[in-house]
């Protein structure tokens, strides 16, 4: 979101666009440099997918034991790292960490605690580094109707920005999704803004909390994998907004839809069509607003497909094994 007079900024989008892509590049190049520093009870392994991370990022962790685990439960920085195994009785369990998008670069402590089948406490630690982000920065000099809203406008986004705070706050016990998570608009791989500052008059506005998919309007907006339909309206900087509980604290955000096909409440499929792509809220062309949060922590959502697998790619690499019609 932050989506702040993003009036009249078109002209500036191709550029814009080019500097959020090596940005996104960037973030997503960064790769196992070193083993993480971790101490674990003995039977028990802590692996984390990368040693480093920053703001916007996602770490996969596996937790491994020479015993069955029945639970398993992380904690960084106060908040919950969710866990999940895929069968029972299992030795392996997986979770994510989310790095806010503005959390303060430099080294915070995991802890990870849990228990065995027969009863043994297992816990492990590990020293996570936050870098800063590389993210774009936009300076724009805008006309003041784009910067200043009326104070019923600023009223209307503050009570929609606390209703999606009480929506992110609310942790769903359950894992509702089942498998790889997918980009939600068909034939795209990636996108742009995540991260992007505007400068507006001089005035740092907020973040750009997710990133911008390019489609025409009217494009089929897909459900990035399993979940319930939590908020399904229009919001002022959004337009027309679906977010999805996929439980555990891990919710996807989809903004500016032309049209709305889901209701709170409804169970969605991986896939599931919940809207169309349009230019509804602060924007002046069609794309989706895609987001991603993590234990409150807005994290950039086309990570969370690298690490946990992007559906819609394997089903196009399975369509052009098939034979053509040449
Ligand atoms: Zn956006």
């Known amino acids: 979101m932050s989506l702040q007079a993003i009036t009249a900024v078109c002209k500036r989008q191709v550029r814009c666009a080019l500097a959020c892509l090596a940005a996104t590049v960037a973030l997503l190049s960064v790769g196992v440099r070193a083993k993480a520093a971790n101490t674990c009870t003995p039977g028990t392994t802590l692996r984390l997918s990368a040693p480093t991370s ?140 995540f991260g992007r500052r505007r400068i507006l008059n001089g005035n740092p506005g907020s973040p750009h909390g997710g990133v911008d998919l390019p489609g025409a309007t009217g494009t089929p907006v897909h459900a990035a994998q399993r979940g319930k339909v939590v908020l399904a309206e229009e919001l002022f900087f959004a337009g027309n907004t679906v977010v999805v509980d996929h439980g555990l604290g891990i919710y996807t955000f989809y903004g500016h839809l032309s049209e709305i096909d889901v209701k709170v409440g409804d169970a969605v499929e991986t896939g599931a069509v919940l809207g169309k792509v349009g230019a509804t809220g602060r924007v002046t062309g069609p794309h989706l607003h895609w987001g991603l949060t993590v234990e409150k922590a807005r994290v950039n959502p086309l990570l969370l497909v690298r690490l946990l697998g992007n559906s819609t790619r394997e089903a196009a690499r399975k369509k052009s094994a098939k034979p053509g019609p040449n």
């Open 54 to 193: 920053s703001q916007g990022g996602l770490l996969l962790i596996e937790v491994k034991s020479t015993k069955p685990l029945v639970e398993v439960q992380g904690e960084w920085e106060g908040r919950n790292v969710p866990f999940w195994g895929d069968i029972a009785g299992e030795t392996l369990r997986k979770g994510l960490l989310g790095v806010d998008l503005e959390k303060a670069p430099g080294e915070y402590e995991l802890k990870v605690t849990g228990q065995t089948a027969s009863g043994e406490k297992i816990s492990c630690s590990a020293r996570v580094a936050v870098r800063k982000g590389r993210f774009a920065t936009e300076n724009l000099q805008v006309g003041k109707q784009f910067v200043e809203p009326s104070p019923e406008q600023i009223k209307r986004a503050d009570e929609e920005r606390q209703k999606l705070r009480d929506i992110f706050d609310r942790v769903t016990p359950e894992r509702l999704w089942d498998g790889k998570f997918r980009i939600p608009l068909d034939g795209v791989t990636t996108g742009t803004n």
